[in-house]
C-alpha cells in the first residue's frame, strides 16, 4: 500500500514539470514580445494548472521578478521536481521490489519445505530438472509479477491518468490527434511481445538442454575418455548449440524491430503535437501557445515507457500465471507418507517384527514383498541375503516408512511404526544406503550430517575409526577440513561408502541399516570393517543386507529372500545343515579363495 502511494506521488510530481515548462516558454514568448513592442497577448490556458503551479506562478507574479530571476527560479524549482519525483520513485523500489523479494524468500522456503514433506514416491515419479524449475525458474517469474510487473502497472496507471487529465484539460482536440499514434504502439509492442515471449520459451528449453549436456559431459568425462567419445560429445553439443544459436539470433532479429517501432510512433507523436500546434498557434485558435507545445512534448515523452510497458507487463502476468499455477500444483500434492492420527513419539527399544507384509510398487506393478514375516530380537545381529530384486531394500524402505506396507504390519518394540511419528522413528534408525550420498562439503561435515547440534570432535573421528577410514582421512591434504566435490567425486567408492558409515554410526541409534553398502571395499577392508562393526554394534539391533556372506561376522540370524519370500531363516551353522541356498553360496565362496563372491554367480 505504500508502494502504491508512493508510485503516486512520484508520478505526481514529474507530472508537474512539463507544466512549469510551459509556464517558462511561455514567459519566453512574452519576453519577446516586450523587447519587440508587441501587444502581449493573453495567456488562458495557465487556469489549467495544477494547484501547486498556480501557487508557484502566483507567487511569481507577485514579486514582480525580472525575467532572469524568473528563468532562474523556475530552473531551481524543475531540479526540486525532479528530486522530489526521484526520492519517491526510491521509495517506491524500496517499498514494491523489496516485498517481491520477502514474497519471493517466503515461496522458496516453502517450496523446499515441501520437497522435504514429500514421500519417496513422488520423487521417483518427478525429475529433478521439473523440480528445480519450480523453486528457482517458477518463483522468479512470480516475483517479477509482484515485483516490477505490479510497480510497472501501477505506475503506467498513473502516468497515462495524470498526462491525459491535464492534457484534455489543457486542449481535448490536440489531445486526440497527439495520441492517435499510441493505441497503435501499443498493440504493435503487445505483438512483438508475444513473438518475443514465446521465442524466448524455446529459447530457455534449449539453453537448459544444452545446459544438461554440458553438465552430464563434466560429471561423466572419465567415461566419455574411456570410450574415446570426446568428438561424438562435441558433435551433440554442437548441435545443441548450433539451435540455441539460431534461436537467438532469430529473437535479437524480431527484438531488432521493437525499438525502431516504438521511436517511429512516439515521433509521430511528437511531429504531430509541433505541427498542428503551431497551426493553433499561427492562427490564435483554441488558446494554444508555445508553452503549450512544450508541455505536449513533454507529456508525450512521458508516456513513451509506460505505453511500451502494456506489452511487458501483460507477459510478464500471463507468464507469473502459468507458474504459480505450477507452484500451486505442487503445493497441493499431499505427500502419501504422513503421520497417522494420534500419532506419537515413542522410545523404540529395537525388537522389530514384520507381519504378512505385502507391498507392490504402484508406478511398475512389481510385488516386492510376499506374506513376508519375519522377527528379529533386541540386540540381534541380522543378515539379509538374496538375489537382485528379491525384495531385500524393499524391506528396509518399509521399515523406515519410506512407503507403506499394502498388506499386514510392521513393529519395533511392540509398537505399529504407523502409529509412531515419522520424526521420531527416523531418528532411532541409522540408516546406510546402497546409493552412497555425499554433500560438497568437508568430510567432518559428512560425517556430522546426522547431529542437529555441535557434536565433539572427538566423537567424529571415533565414528571413523569404526568405519575404519580414519587412517586415509589423516592423509588427506587438509585431513577433516578436505572438502570432498560434489557427490564426493573426489573420493573412491569405497571410501564414500565408509564415511557414509561414519556419518550412521555417529547418531548411536538403537537400531542401524547396512543397506550393501560395503560393496565398493575389498575382502581385507570389508573384514576389518566388519570387526570393527562387530564391537560398536553390541547390544545394538544391526541389519546388514549384502549379496555375499561376511565370514568375519557372528550373526545372531541370517534370513534368505527369493522374490520377495522368507527362503530361509536360521543360524549360520543351521543353514548350512540345512544343505540350501545359503550353503551353496558359501561353498562357492570358499572355492574362490575365500575371496566373497557374488550372490547370483
Known amino acids: 500500500m505504500l508502494g502504491i502511494v508512493f508510485i503516486v506521488l512520484s508520478n505526481y510530481f514529474r507530472i508537474l514539470s512539463p507544466q512549469v515548462s510551459g509556464f517558462v516558454v511561455d514567459k519566453v514568448e512574452q519576453f519577446i514580445q516586450l523587447q519587440n513592442h508587441l501587444p502581449l497577448q493573453p495567456n488562458e490556458h495557465q487556469k489549467n494548472y495544477d494547484v501547486s503551479v498556480k501557487l508557484?506562478?502566483?507567487?511569481?507574479?507577485?514579486?514582480?521578478?525580472?525575467?532572469?530571476?524568473?528563468?532562474?527560479?523556475?530552473?531551481?524549482?524543475?531540479?526540486?521536481?525532479?528530486?522530489?519525483?526521484?526520492?519517491?520513485?526510491?521509495?517506491?523500489r524500496q517499498t514494491v521490489i523489496v516485498m517481491s523479494r520477502y514474497i519471493e524468500y517466503d515461496q522458496k522456503n516453502e517450496i523446499f519445505k515441501h520437497y522435504q514433506q514429500l514421500d519417496t514416491g513422488f520423487f521417483k515419479t518427478h525429475s529433478t530438472g521439473d523440480l528445480m524449475n519450480r523453486i528457482a525458474e517458477d518463483v522468479s517469474r512470480v516475483r517479477m509479477y509482484v515485483g516490477p510487473a505490479l510497480m510497472y502497472f501501477i505506475n503506467l496507471a498513473a502516468t497515462i491518468g495524470f498526462s491525459l487529465f491535464f492534457m484534455i484539460r489543457e486542449n481535448w482536440r490536440l489531445t486526440m490527434y497527439v495520441l492517435a499514434p499510441l493505441p497503435v504502439l501499443a498493440l504493435t509492442?503487445?505483438?512483438?511481445?508475444?513473438?518475443?515471449?514465446?521465442?524466448?520459451?524455446?529459447?530457455?528449453?534449449?539453453?537448459?538442454?544444452?545446459?544438461?549436456?554440458?553438465?552430464?559431459?563434466?560429471?561423466?568425462?572419465?567415461?566419455?575418455?574411456?570410450?574415446?567419445?570426446?568428438?561424438?560429445?562435441?558433435?551433440?553439443?554442437?548441435?545443441?548449440?548450433?539451435?540455441y544459436k539460431k534461436n537467438a539470433i532469430g529473437l535479437a532479429k524480431?527484438?531488432?524491430?521493437?525499438?525502431?517501432?516504438?521511436?517511429?510512433?512516439?515521433?509521430?507523436?511528437?511531429?504531430l503535437t509541433i505541427a498542428i500546434g503551431s497551426w493553433y498557434v499561427i492562427h490564435k485558435e483554441h488558446n494554444v501557445t508555445a508553452g503549450t507545445i512544450t508541455e505536449f512534448v513533454i507529456y508525450i515523452n512521458m508516456l513513451t515507457f509506460p505505453v511500451s510497458a502494456i506489452g511487458w507487463t501483460a507477459s510478464m502476468i500471463q507468464r507469473a500465471a502459468a507458474s504459480q499455477k505450477r507452484i500451486n500444483e505442487f503445493l497441493l500434492t499431499k505427500p502419501q507418507i504422513t503421520d497417522t492420527l494420534g500419532a506419537k513419539p515413542v522410545v523404540l527399544n529395537g525388537a522389530i517384527q514384520f507381519v504378512n507384509v505385502s507391498f507392490t510398487y504402484q508406478n511398475t506393478g512389481i510385488k516386492a514383498l510376499k506374506n513376508l514375516s519375519l522377527h528379529i530380537k533386541q540386540g540381534e545381529k541380522v543378515l539379509i541375503m538374496g538375489k537382485t530384486g528379491s525384495g531385500k531394500s524393499t524391506l528396509v524402505q518399509l521399515l523406515l516408512r519410506m512407503f507403506d506396507v499394502g498388506e499386514g504390519l510392521i513393529t519395533i518394540g511392540g509398537h505399529n511404526i504407523k502409529n509412531v511419528q515419522l520424526q521420531s522413528l527416523r531418528r532411532q534408525i541409522s540408516y546406510v544406503p546402497q546409493d552412497v550420498f555425499l554433500f560438497s562439503d568437508t568430510v567432518q561435515?559428512?560425517?556430522?550430517?546426522?547431529?542437529?547440534?555441535?557434536?565433539?570432535?572427538?566423537?567424529?573421528?571415533?565414528?571413523?575409526?569404526?568405519?575404519?577410514?580414519?587412517?586415509?582421512?589423516?592423509?588427506?591434504?587438509?585431513?577433516?577440513?578436505?572438502?570432498?566435490?560434489?557427490?564426493?567425486?573426489?573420493?573412491?567408492?569405497?571410501?564414500?561408502?565408509?564415511?557414509?558409515?561414519a556419518r550412521a554410526l555417529l547418531k548411536k541409534p538403537e537400531i542401524i541399516v547396512f543397506d550393501d553398502c560395503l560393496s565398493a571395499v575389498d575382502a581385507k577392508t570389508e573384514n576389518e570393517i566388519a570387526s570393527n562393526l562387530y564391537r560398536y554394534l553390541e547390544h545394538k539391533t544391526s541389519i546388514i543386507i549384502s549379496h555375499r556372506i561376511f565370514s568375519s561376522f557372528r550373526f545372531d540370524k541370517i534370513f534368505v529372500l527369493e522374490e520377495g519370500e522368507l527362503l530361509e531363516e536360521g543360524t549360520h551353522e543351521e543353514l548350512l545343515n540345512a544343505n540350501g541356498f545359503y550353503a551353496e553360496m558359501f561353498r562357492l565362496q570358499l572355492s574362490g579363495n575365500k575371496e566373497d563372491l557374488p550372490i547370483t554367480a
Open 254 to 271: 524480431v527484438e531488432a524491430i521493437y525499438f525502431p517501432s516504438m521511436s517511429l510512433l512516439i515521433g509521430l507523436s511528437t511531429i
Open 56 to 92: 508557484f506562478i502566483k507567487e511569481v507574479n507577485e514579486h514582480h521578478l525580472n525575467f532572469a530571476n524568473i528563468i532562474v527560479l523556475s530552473a531551481a524549482t524543475l531540479l526540486l521536481l525532479a528530486l522530489c519525483s526521484g526520492f519517491f520513485m526510491f521509495l517506491m
Open 445 to 501: 561435515n559428512n560425517i556430522a550430517f546426522s547431529q542437529e547440534e555441535t557434536i565433539a570432535f572427538e566423537e567424529i573421528e571415533n565414528a571413523a575409526k569404526f568405519a575404519s577410514i580414519h587412517n586415509e582421512i589423516e592423509q588427506f591434504a587438509q585431513q577433516y577440513q578436505t572438502v570432498i566435490g560434489e557427490r564426493g567425486v573426489t573420493l573412491s567408492g569405497g571410501q564414500k561408502q565408509r564415511i557414509s558409515i
Open 189 to 243: 509492442i503487445y505483438m512483438v511481445n508475444t513473438v518475443i515471449n514465446k521465442k524466448s520459451e524455446k529459447i530457455q528449453a534449449l539453453l537448459s538442454d544444452l545446459t544438461s549436456t554440458a553438465q552430464e559431459s563434466y560429471s561423466g568425462i572419465r567415461v566419455i575418455k574411456s570410450f574415446v567419445q570426446e568428438k561424438a560429445m562435441l558433435g551433440f553439443f554442437t548441435r545443441n548449440s548450433e539451435a
